[in-house]
């Protein structure tokens, strides 16, 4: 199975802060990575696909990159509903696999 | 809009088996596998496996290959998921979602399901 290290598991930022996320999976993965950002009690909902796509709807200050193993999540200008906890997932081979989470609290 | 309607939550025993559905709109079922995913109480995600709606073909992620069943109705657009033998340790909110051919994506979820095992 493909493990998805993420990190990091919290992070404390302020209303207009640029914060990163980053995923690390165990074998190369190419560009298959999907972030999700998940509030209390809600399912989940998806952010950026194919390592850097943007899903309709999504906005533009979410961003994704990275190949390969190594991938990166960024929020850019955070707004107060961002805080969340987002997730990283590989959809590159079964099964399908998720990161821990990181958990986005206001400072 | 794409919509996955969930039923309700359910208390079972330990030993019990749980059904729950998964009902799709929005979109043409066929296209899209239906995967079910469960989330313990504050604990991350865990695939279960998926169902392809066309075939009903299934792939079990192999912690869950003994005790689940996922089974589809074509006439109502809905997704079955059976868990079997339950412990506590299946408690959890379970989530069916579609996934999109290109790249695999998971790009819509139910409200999700809360089942409870307690005796």
């Known amino acids: 199975d493909v493990q998805m290290t993420q990190s990091p598991s919290s992070l404390s930022a302020s209303v207009g802060d640029t914060v990163t996320i980053t995923c690390r999976a165990s074998?190369?993965?190419?560009?298959?990575v999907n972030w999700y950002q998940q509030k209390p009690g809600r399912a989940p909902n998806l952010l950026i696909y194919?390592?850097?796509s943007l899903q309709s709807g999504v906005p533009a200050r979410f961003s994704g990159s990275g190949s390969g193993t190594d991938f990166t999540l960024t929020i850019s200008s955070l707004q107060p509903e961002d805080f969340a906890t987002y997730y990283c997932q590989q959809s590159f081979s079964i099964p399908l696999t998720f990161g821990a989470g990181t958990k986005v609290e206001i400072k | 809009q794409v919509q996955l309607e969930q039923s309700g939550a359910e208390v079972k025993k330990p030993g019990a088996s749980v059904k729950v559905s998964c009902k799709t709109s929005?979109?043409?079922?066929?296209?899209?596998?239906l995967s079910w995913v469960r989330q313990a109480p504050g604990q991350g995600f865990e695939w279960m496996g998926w169902v392809n709606p066309e075939s009903g073909d299934t792939v079990y992620a192999q912690k869950f290959q003994d005790r689940v069943i996922m089974t589809r109705e074509r006439s109502t657009s809905t997704a079955y998921m059976e868990l079997t033998s339950l412990t506590s340790d299946d408690t959890a909110i379970y989530y069916c979602?579609?996934?999109?051919?290109?790249?695999?994506?998971?790009?819509?979820w139910g409200q999700g399901t809360l089942v409870t095992v307690s005796s």
């Open positions: 074998q190369s993965i190419r560009s298959y």
């Open positions: 194919a390592a850097s």
């Open positions: 929005g979109y043409i079922f066929i296209a899209s596998y």
């Open positions: 979602a579609k996934v999109t051919p290109l790249y695999t994506v998971t790009d819509y």
